[in-house]
Every structure is written in C-alpha cells, then in structure tokens.
C-alpha cells in the first residue's frame, strides 16, 4: 500500500475527530492548516479533510475506512504525528470535547490492538 492511501486516512480521521463534536469547528480547521503547514504531505492530508468535510458519510464509515486502511498500512512513524495533531485538534475549539477524546482513544486501542494480534500470529507461525 502507498503512503498517499495511508495520508488519506489521516485526514479521514482527523475529520471525524473534528466532527465528532458534532461540527467541524473554524478553530478546529485552522489548527489543522497550521500543523499541516509543516508536513510533507500536507496536501494530501488536507485534501482528504476537505473531501470528506463535504461528503455525507457518517462518522462511523469515515472512521471505519481510516481504520482499516491503517492497520492495512501497518505500522508508521506516521501514526505519532497522527496523534499529536489530533489531539491539537480536539483542544482547539473548546477544549477537548469527551466524544473526541472517545474516538481519539478507541483508535488507539484498536490499531493497537491489531498490531498485537498481528505480532503474536507471526510468532505463532514461526
């Protein structure tokens, strides 16, 4: 899998964390732009935001595919800065809202658990 599938899917979830409040809120998207702004793939991550801040999909198949496509990537550097910027993003308007915390939370202990199980499989078949 590419990186920019893996980019797309951190803008899909930073978009859910956003809404999971239940707007994507003006402090919100400007703390996202200014993150983003030193990121190499900045473009990238933005425009999948942007895409799925107009699409009517529930948060569930936003965070569902995010998830998914992570635990398809693997593990990642990318997954620090990741967390960093979403936790930036559930401060910024408000302070941090307990339904993003929630999602930012479950998607920790889910791609964690994931790269556990997968961990311990490839133990097993050794």
Known sequence: ???DKLYDALGELMYVVSKA???VQEA???K????LAQHPWSAAIQWSFDYENTRNITLEEAYAKALQTCQEYGPSEEYVFLFEVLDAIAA???GKDVNEMTVIERFKKELR???LEEDLSELTEE
């Open 92 to 94: 910024a308007s408000s």
């Open 1 to 3: 899998m590419d990186k």
């Open 28 to 30: 919100e998207a400007a």
């Open 21 to 23: 409040d239940g707007e």
């Open 32 to 35: 996202l732009k200014e993150l």
């Open 113 to 115: 658990a994931h790269f």
